[in-house]
């Protein structure tokens, strides 16, 4: 994944850029930065749906598995666990246009995998955020994604829910061979895993490994959503 140059933004709105930057096979990058500073739009313009409005953005092979923010969707009912692992096998359907039983077993295969095995059956809007998290995991994975893309997927959760999806997507990224990309808020748990830091700041993007980030003080002093984040992590406000 390369992007050169690439200015982003909507319409005439220009949100960031000039970027230059890339993004190697089984990376795990972070995309932080404050409300507003253009992390969707980055995240949108990698994924192809947001042209940029200059420059060019390039994937070498790359298929999107994408976790949109939970709370955004408003209700995917009345769809149980395992259907909503199917949907991800859609574009993989014949011509006669329904799921066969070996789909039936890669989706449940799926499911179990995320961690929800013995909840394929349960409606999707009965289960906790944590849950309705890994099964949009789920049904991102199903594509078989070479980049594995989650819009803050801890959001709204209790500290053991999101230590519990981070670990499942240190899982991922250990034993998939795909790029992870989280936009994340709360960053000190996440930065454990990650291999990449990118930060959104004043229309520019500062990225590399998350030492020389951090070292360069792209962090400092910025305070989002109640956490400060620092160089060497971030530190809970209590708010
Ligand atoms: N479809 C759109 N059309 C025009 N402007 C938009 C559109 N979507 C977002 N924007 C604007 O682009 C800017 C960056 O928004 P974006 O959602 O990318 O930021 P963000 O860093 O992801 O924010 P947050 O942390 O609040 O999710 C904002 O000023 C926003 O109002």
């Known amino acids: 994944m390369r992007f050169r140059s690439a200015v982003l933004g909507h319409g005439r709105r220009r949100i960031a850029g000039p970027i230059d930057f890339e993004l190697g096979a089984r990376e795990f990058l972070v995309v932080a930065g404050a409300n507003g500073t253009g992390k969707s739009t980055f995240v949108r313009t990698m994924l192809g749906v947001l042209p940029p409005l200059a420059g060019s953005v390039e994937a070498k092979a790359a298929r999107f598995g994408y976790v949109p923010q939970r ?7 009345p769809f149980s666990v395992l ?3 199917l949907m ?16 039936r077993r890669r989706a449940e295969t799926l499911v179990e995998e995320v961690g929800l095995g013995g909840l394929a059956s349960r409606p999707f809007r ?16 199903a594509s078989e994604p070479d980049v594995l893309v989650l ?20 899982t991922i990224h250990r034993e998939r061979p795909c790029a992870l990309v989280v936009i ?10 990650a291999t990449r830091l990118g930060v959104l700041r004043g229309g520019a993007l500062q990225a590399g490994s998350v030492d020389e980030v951090l070292r360069a003080g792209a962090l400092e002093g910025l305070v989002d959503d109640g ?7 971030a530190r809970e406000t209590g708010a």
Do not use: M, Y
Request: net charge negative; charged share 25%; glycine share 12%.
């Open 71 to 77: 709370e955004r969707l408003d209700e995917i009912w």
């Open 83 to 85: 259907e909503i692992a």
């Open 88 to 103: 991800g096998l859609i574009p993989g359907l014949g011509p006669f246009r329904f799921f066969d039983k070996a789909a």
């Open 126 to 141: 009965d289960l906790s955020g944590g849950q309705q998290q890994r099964a949009l995991i789920a049904r991102a994975l």
């Open 151 to 170: 819009d803050e997927p801890t959001n709204h959760l209790d500290v053991p829910g999101e230590r519990a999806i981070f670990e499942l997507l240190g």
């Open 184 to 193: 994340c808020h709360h960053l000190e748990p996440v930065l454990r895993l």
């Open 227 to 233: 956490f400060t984040l620092r160089a060497g992590g």
